[in-house]
């Protein structure tokens, strides 16, 4: 069975700073991965997907993530934080059938 | 467009009380889901709907029934609710099912049972 692990419930990190969110999967088959984002007491929203071709997805918000086979990871980044990216984020890797397998979670803290 | 909505968006319930949750979006989205967020467990699939008449179990589905009369509208009921469920419960919907589709979220309601 597929799983996906999110190292770190909570990350802290200064406002300007590079933001990192580590997401790892298990899969035997090629997966497709998502990462989503939650804003305080609203749904979820897609920030970036990958499902086939180049290894490096581009999302809103100036996020980004790599898909790396060798490592199992998919690894959500941003150059600079920014107060307004305090949030939940969510990694998920898609099921043979037409569920997603979701991580626990990581929420990001942005200090001024 | 309204996207996926929720109604209520909060319930207090009281153990052994029944209550429907109502989702409904405007996108003409074949899929339609049912989640449940507890903290520090992410989302887990409650039941499914690949269209309209049809519903599947997913991943915690004790406790719960749905229906899909309506492309549009996808009901979850507690029939006897109990303070373990007690959470948070998103609906969601896609275009198509699949491995690549995107899934869109509606607020959520946040369910008290005491």
Request: glycine letters at 10%.
């Amino acid at each position: 069975a597929q799983s996906v692990t999110q190292l770190g419930s909570h990350v802290s990190v200064s406002e300007g700073a590079l933001v990192l969110l580590r997401c790892n999967y298990s899969s035997s088959v090629p997966p497709y991965l998502f990462w989503y984002v939650q804003y305080p007491n609203q749904g979820l929203q897609l920030l970036l997907k990958y499902t086939t071709g180049a290894t490096l997805v581009k999302g809103i918000n100036g996020f980004e993530a790599e898909f790396k086979k060798s490592e199992t990871s998919f690894h959500l980044t941003k150059p600079s934080a920014h107060m307004s990216d305090a949030a939940e984020y969510f990694c998920a890797v898609s099921d043979r059938g037409y569920q997603l397998i979701w991580g626990a979670g990581t929420k990001l803290i942005i200090k001024p | 467009n309204a996207g996926v909505t929720q109604t209520p968006k909060f319930r207090v319930l009281k153990t052994g009380q029944s209550m429907t949750l109502l989702c409904a979006q405007d996108m003409n989205h074949e899929y339609m889901y049912w989640y449940r967020q507890d903290p520090g467990m992410g989302l887990r699939l409650i039941h499914y709907s690949v269209g309209e008449g049809t519903t599947a179990k997913g991943e915690v589905p004790d406790g719960y029934n749905v229906s899909r009369l309506k492309k549009q509208n996808f009901l979850l009921g507690l029939e006897s609710a109990a303070p373990s469920q007690t959470s948070v419960y998103f609906c969601a919907s896609s275009y198509v099912g699949g491995l690549q589709e995107t899934q869109y979220f509606g607020p959520g309601t946040r369910l008290l049972v005491l």
